[in-house]
């Protein structure tokens, strides 16, 4: 018999990609680019269209606002919705009283939070655990739920139907989370400086009030604008505080009456959108450098 010799073939690499030419590597990454900017823009204009649309809606005429639909150009601007909107909804009042409110849920919310935040974040005390836990675990709670005995507590203490009872009740409801970004904000703020003070003879509360509070100014524009937007836009509270004083009541609470009193004058509604829209737009702006620089400053401590 003969055998028969078999050879097997060597296992060959598969062969490697050939290399794009530059040109071609430039391209992808270029083409990507765009194609994400595009789809940025896109939907940034969707996002504003709403808002966009109001705007132009607010300077048209009845016969206009329902004969261009969705289209936001009008086609004359007519100011004086503005004029009749302010004074046939007394949105002056309203705009008054929505500011004392704003500030001085503000004033009350800003005072509470960073000294709270300040002893957390230096001042170890027994139990200080357990209190983080409880206060963390009211972040949890529905406002609606907590109205009733908040409504019971301001009529014994003799504050309903004042606008000191909603500032209260609204400072109240933003101390939490203030205070947990004030806290993580202090942590990140070198100890060396508390050490100079006490050798410099500084007390604990003249080291809060004198140094470290003057430190704190990118946090405390990012709980003023948390806060001023909050209570700016509140609707719930104004509105139970507010029942038997309709002279008492906030822009939110105001538009609600507006619309019920005047359902088929569209264009003074949203006039009176962009009138509530606008103070809280302007703040935003004003304060958005130090607003990025509190929340970088909280997340890393």
């Not at 409504?151 to 933003?174: P, Y």
């Not at 524009?221 to 038997?244: E, K, M, R």
Request: charged residues 10%; proline residues 6%; positive net charge.
């Amino acid at each position: 018999m003969s055998s028969v010799a078999t050879t097997v073939p060597p296992l060959s690499r598969p062969a490697a990609p050939a290399p794009l030419p530059a040109r071609r590597r430039r391209r992808r990454p270029r083409a990507a680019m765009v194609m994400t900017h595009v789809a940025l823009v896109v939907s940034g204009l969707a996002w504003m269209y709403p808002f966009l649309w109001t705007l132009g809606s607010s300077l048209k005429g009845t016969d206009e606002f329902f004969g261009r639909g969705l289209n936001p150009l009008p086609s004359q601007l007519l100011w004086s919705n503005y004029q009749q909107a302010w004074e046939q909804a007394s949105f002056g009042t309203y705009f008054i009283n929505t500011l004392l409110i704003t500030i001085g849920t503000c004033v009350g919310t800003l005072l509470v939070t960073a000294m709270a935040g300040y002893v957390l974040a230096r001042a170890p005390f027994p139990g200080r655990g357990i209190f983080l836990f409880l206060i963390s675990a009211t972040l949890f709670l529905p406002h609606g739920y907590t109205i009733i005995p908040i409504f019971d507590l301001m009529e014994k203490l003799g504050l309903l139907n004042s606008l000191f009872s909603i500032i209260i009740v609204q400072a109240a409801g933003g101390v939490v989370f203030g205070t947990f970004l004030f806290m993580g904000y202090f942590q990140t703020i070198d100890s060396e400086l508390e050490d100079a003070a006490k050798v410099d003879g500084a007390s604990f509360h003249q080291t809060f009030w004198r140094i470290m509070l003057p430190l704190s100014g990118p946090m405390l524009a990012t709980v003023g604008l948390f806060t001023a937007i909050s209570a700016w836009n509140s609707y719930f509270i104004p509105l139970v505080f507010t029942l038997a004083r309709p002279e008492q009541r906030t822009l939110s609470v105001g538009m609600y009456a507006f619309i019920g009193e005047n359902s088929t004058q569209w264009t003074l509604l949203c006039a009176g959108s962009i009138i509530t829209l606008v103070p809280i737009i302007a703040l935003f702006v004003m304060l958005q450098r130090f607003f990025v620089n509190g929340l970088a400053g909280a997340i890393k401590g």
